[in-house]
């Protein structure tokens, strides 16, 4: 008799804790669960997480009917160069290609600027004597003989994965085929990566590049992948494994190790694609979400409902906020912005003798003071602690104990002393500064979107995300935030919305008025045909979807505009009919358009999906009398940035409010895998979902709101003169 399937697992691996959501299908409860990340081996924290629910929820493995997952390991393996020894084959004369890149410096007036060194050493990319004209018209043939000698020669040199990029090849790849060919004879032990598969696209530098970077780490994600695999099973779990992509879709693990470059932004994507997923559930067309966990905060702009996704990102910079400073990789990527500021960010004084918070970060291993891990380095997590702002017997639920002793003794010796300011100067100077970092990195984002962050609501997720939620927000001008259920594990919730597909996308070059419509079908249909192949391995036989789009430019342009096709036969448009499309696109980015100049074809590009699975959440339940009180844990004395001291903050049970709930801040409502802030110059209402909904109070009330802060200071005995006098007795010492 078979067992039924009914549960579904998300589990997101991050820099700081390994976060894991289980889903009943025919409940829609959620069950949560938290550890922390095991570097080393990510798939122990994986297996030490799933054993700690099996604890919660009993028998559920053996009806696990998919686990979904998303992980660091592949950017990981990238900025600390451990993945494969790497060779590349290439046509004669373009060697060098990693190096020149665009020829474009980042840091023009910069001499002492640095590049990221290239994955494959000058010594292993070796070249073979054939050319592929722009047409796809053989100018000079592949000698066999000189490819497996280039073969031997890798081979020889103890390459453990070769990548293969040759001139024009997304137009004709017989030379390519023919080298991969070579290869599983002449090495068949050695992974291969042909460009023709991993980026069938135009532009020499940035296909070599990703081409190589999916060689770089196929070999490493591959073991992983079989290994996860393996302790499932060993577990007793026989459901499928999916593994997010950074485009916001999911593929099957066998996919996902054939290309592991498409999974270096795996786990941060999936936040946004629960953003917006929320975004289409309560008609929100502007939301910025906010995701911010031990390590990083990464956020997105979903505009109109659709988080946008671009065609390249960098990886690995120099330079870490320097656009150009890394390595250039070309697949399609969710438009996330990355900022050094989490839970683990380190506190410092810097050269010049200010405060500096991140980049860097503690991570898990040993983590902020609090942890007492063996941490050294004062961490925003340490600040959050000393503000009042959590709890040290309530952290992850009262499953980890925090030190708040020795955050103290860390913030003064390495903060406050060397800086000569308070000990309350120095936590609120961290929490302040880190605020401070990401709204100005948001507030470039929104404005390069065309957005407004006076319009956007405030979408908090990740463990740290709702402690800083209110503070970006203010600084933004922003009048609400959104913080959905269970958001200290968003990531992990968001797989449970994302959609099984994958993108595809070929360059043939082609000026609209030369192109020939039915040549230009057979592409699209060919690459259905591949899109379909793909999701079988992750589907049940279920109808696949498919969205077209093109890529256009004016003839002699060097960037594209991306067309959405709605018609499925590309023969049932007329050339006019593309043109407009293309004109208004075009004039609504760039203001104007040009309808005399010529336009051409670059990418034809289409998403292959199935249909969505997505999750409902359950509301809650309504009873008649219910008081706030009920959820009120008590009260507890947290600083104010309006008041500039501490004054009592109101503490709530977040699993104790109700539907219509409303009251005011100063509040911190918690949860276990997180705790949402809430200044006295906003107010929280509880919809039937258990979202919870902070508004702004702006004008006339703000102001009345602020001078009743101050006055509460004084309610607070003991809060602010002691940390006056220990200011003095520290001056008195020196």
């Given at each position: 008799m078979k067992?039924?399937?009914?549960?579904?697992?998300?589990?997101?691996?991050?820099?700081?804790?390994?976060?894991?959501?289980?889903?009943?299908?025919?409940?829609?409860?959620?069950?949560?669960?938290?550890?922390?990340?095991?570097?080393?081996?990510?798939?122990?924290?994986?297996?030490?997480?799933?054993?700690?629910?099996?604890?919660?929820?009993?028998?559920?493995?053996?009806?696990?009917?998919?686990?979904?997952?998303?992980?660091?390991?592949?950017?990981?393996?990238?900025?600390?160069?451990?993945?494969?020894?790497?060779?590349?084959?290439?046509?004669?004369?373009f060697r060098d290609v990693l190096e020149l890149g665009r020829e474009?410096?980042?840091?023009?007036?910069?001499?002492?600027?640095?590049?990221?060194?290239?994955?494959?050493?000058?010594?292993?990319?070796?070249?073979?004597?054939?050319?592929?004209?722009?047409?796809?018209?053989?100018?000079?043939?592949?000698?066999?003989?000189?490819?497996?000698?280039?073969?031997?020669?890798l081979v020889s040199m103890g390459v453990e994965s070769i990548a293969v990029c040759l001139l024009n090849s997304f137009e004709n790849p017989v030379h390519e085929v023919m080298i991969k060919e070579i290869l599983e004879k002449e090495a068949p032990n050695v992974s291969v990566s042909i460009s023709y598969h991993v980026l069938p696209q135009i532009r020499e530098y940035e296909r070599t590049s990703t081409t190589v970077t999916n060689a770089y780490v196929k070999p490493l994600t591959g073991t992983y992948l079989a290994k996860l695999s393996g302790r499932l099973e060993s577990i007793g779990c026989k459901g499928k494994l999916f593994i997010m992509l950074s485009s916001g879709g999911i593929t099957s693990v066998e996919t996902?190790?054939?290309?592991?470059?498409?999974?270096?932004?795996?786990?941060?994507?999936?936040?946004?694609?629960?953003?917006?997923?929320?975004?289409?559930?309560?008609?929100?067309?502007?939301?910025?979400?906010?995701?911010?966990?031990?390590?990083?905060?990464?956020?997105?702009?979903?505009?109109?409902?659709?988080?946008?996704?671009?065609?390249?990102?960098?990886?690995?910079r120099v330079q870490r906020f320097m656009k150009g400073s890394g390595l250039t990789i070309q697949v399609p990527v969710v438009d996330l912005m990355e900022i050094g500021a989490g839970g683990g960010s380190i506190a410092k004084v810097s050269k010049l003798g200010t405060l500096q918070v991140g980049p860097e970060s503690s991570s898990a291993d040993p983590g902020p003071i609090c942890y007492a891990r063996g941490g050294q380095d004062?961490?925003?997590?340490?600040?959050?602690?000393?503000?009042?702002?959590?709890?040290?017997?309530?952290?992850?639920?009262?499953?980890?104990?925090?030190?708040?002793?020795?955050?103290?003794?860390?913030?003064?010796?390495?903060?406050?002393?060397?800086?000569?300011?308070?000990?309350?100067?120095?936590?609120?100077?961290?929490?302040?500064?880190?605020?401070?970092?990401?709204?100005?990195?948001?507030?470039?984002?929104?404005?390069?979107?065309?957005?407004?962050?006076?319009?956007?609501?405030?979408?908090?997720?990740?463990?740290?995300?709702?402690?800083h939620a209110y503070g970006l927000a203010k600084k933004l001008g922003a009048p609400r935030i959104i913080v959905p259920p269970n958001a200290g594990v968003g990531s992990a919730l968001g797989f449970f919305t994302a959609p099984?597909?994958?993108?595809?996308?070929?360059?043939?070059?082609?000026?609209?008025?030369?192109?020939?419509?039915?040549?230009?079908e057979k592409i699209f249909k060919g690459l259905e045909k591949q899109g379909a192949e793909t999701l079988k391995k992750a589907g049940k036989n279920e109808a696949v979807r498919f969205d077209r789009s093109l890529d256009m430019r004016f003839v002699g342009q060097g960037s594209e505009t991306n067309v959405p096709i709605a018609k499925r036969d590309f023969t049932e448009l007329g050339k006019e009919e593309i043109r407009k499309r293309f004109d208004r696109i075009y004039e609504k980015l760039y203001g104007r358009t040009y309808p005399d100049s010529a336009v051409e074809f670059i990418n034809f590009k289409v998403r292959a999906?199935?249909?969505?699975?997505?999750?409902?959440?359950?509301?809650?339940?309504?009873?008649?009398?219910?008081?706030?009180?009920?959820?009120v844990k008590g009260e507890r004395p947290a600083y104010s940035g309006i008041a500039k001291g501490y004054i009592p903050y109101t503490i709530y049970d977040r699993y104790k409010l109700f539907p219509d709930a409303k009251f005011k801040g100063p509040a911190i409502i918690e949860e276990r895998e997180s705790t949402l802030i809430v200044g006295e110059d906003a107010t929280v209402s509880v919809d039937e979902y258990g979202f919870l909904w902070v508004d702004m109070i702006t004008g006339h009330g703000a102001r009345r709101t602020a001078q009743g802060s101050k006055e509460k200071i004084k309610k607070v005995g003991g809060s602010k003169k002691p940390e006056a006098g220990k200011a003095k007795a520290l001056r008195s010492k020196r």
């Open positions: 067992t039924e399937k009914f549960y579904r697992l998300g589990c997101d691996i991050g820099g700081t804790f390994t976060d894991f959501v289980l889903l009943d299908d025919k409940t829609g409860e959620l069950t949560i669960n938290k550890c922390l990340t095991t570097p080393k081996d990510p798939s122990d924290a994986v297996e030490q997480g799933i054993r700690e629910l099996a604890v919660k929820v009993p028998g559920f493995v053996q009806k696990l009917e998919e686990v979904i997952h998303g992980t660091t390991l592949v950017i990981n393996s990238i900025i600390e160069r451990k993945g494969a020894r790497t060779g590349l084959i290439t046509t004669k004369g474009i410096r980042y840091a023009p007036y910069d001499i002492f600027s640095e590049y990221p060194k290239p994955l494959v050493p000058r010594r292993y990319r070796l070249e073979v004597d054939e050319r592929v004209r722009s047409d796809g018209s053989i100018l000079k043939p592949l000698d066999p003989e000189e490819a497996r000698r280039v073969v031997r020669a996902a190790a054939r290309f592991p470059v498409r999974i270096i932004e795996s786990g941060p994507t999936a936040a946004v694609i629960a953003g917006q997923y929320y975004g289409k559930m309560f008609n929100l067309p502007d939301m910025f979400c906010f995701d911010m966990g031990g390590t990083t905060a990464k956020s997105c702009l979903i505009q109109r409902g659709v988080a946008g996704v671009v065609p390249t990102f960098e990886v690995g004062p961490c925003v997590t340490d600040a959050d602690l000393l503000l009042g702002y959590l709890d040290e017997n309530y952290f992850l639920g009262g499953e980890m104990k925090l030190d708040k002793e020795a955050a103290k003794r860390g913030v003064m010796e390495k903060i406050a002393r060397p800086l000569g300011v308070t000990f309350v100067q120095a936590i609120w100077g961290i929490h302040d500064l880190i605020n401070e970092t990401m709204a100005a990195a948001a507030k470039t984002h929104i404005a390069e979107k065309g957005g407004n962050p006076k319009i956007v609501t405030v979408a908090g997720f990740g463990g740290a995300g709702p402690v099984r597909a994958f993108d595809l996308v070929r360059s043939h070059k082609v000026s609209l008025a030369d192109a020939v419509f039915k040549e230009i999906s199935l249909p969505e699975r997505l999750f409902k959440f359950s509301k809650l339940e309504k009873k008649k009398g219910r008081s706030l009180k009920a959820a």
